[in-house]
């Protein structure tokens, strides 16, 4: 059986009206920001108080530490690659939602790098020769870190899309 792959004129003016029908019902009536949508500037201050001081917490305590030299790179580039990981993450995650086309194959990887990273994190504080409760500082200021990370984008990412609205 052979089925004809293109659509007819009349099939693709259906596919149309019903395309615009649904873009037309997704629209709100009224202002975005009557939704709650726009982030408050107490939650975008919040956000970016939390990202700068678990930043600064975690390089002030890898500064003071007595790891060497190389380990303390390690320590260094683990926030980087896991604040930009989360990033990475949170716009996959969002571009999905908004109906932005994201490849599988850069979602898995945005996970898997994220995922690594937190890894090779309680792997590097699990044989590091420090106390538990400087192990415990480095694990949560990196926590406290990419999380707010994630806040940060998420609130730049809304502010941008309501201004671009508006």
């Known amino acids: 059986m ?3 792959v293109f659509m007819t004129e009349e099939q693709n003016e259906d596919v149309v009206t019903v ?3 649904k873009e037309k019902e997704m629209k709100p009536k009224g202002n975005w ?6 982030p408050t500037p107490a939650f975008v201050c919040a956000a970016w108080l939390c990202l700068g001081i678990g930043l600064l917490s975690y390089c002030i305590g890898l500064w003071n ?22 990033i990475s993450v949170q716009k996959c995650v969002r571009d999905r939602v908004e109906g932005i086309e994201v490849t ?3 979602y898995g990887i945005s996970w ?19 106390s538990l409760s400087e192990k415990g500082f480095f694990g949560m200021s990196y926590i406290l870190a990419t999380f707010a990370a994630i806040a940060v984008q998420k609130n730049t990412r809304d502010t941008k899309l309501l201004t671009k609205m508006d």
């Open 2 to 4: 052979k089925q004809d």
């Open 19 to 21: 395309k615009k029908v």
């Open 33 to 38: 920001n009557d939704f709650g949508l726009k």
């Open 65 to 86: 530490s007595n790891l060497l030299l190389s380990e303390k790179g390690f320590y260094f580039t683990l926030i980087l690659f896991g604040l930009f990981s989360v």
């Open 104 to 106: 599988d194959i850069y």
């Open 112 to 130: 898997f790098t994220t995922i690594c990273s937190i890894v090779l994190l309680l792997i590097g504080l699990r044989n590091a020769d420090i």
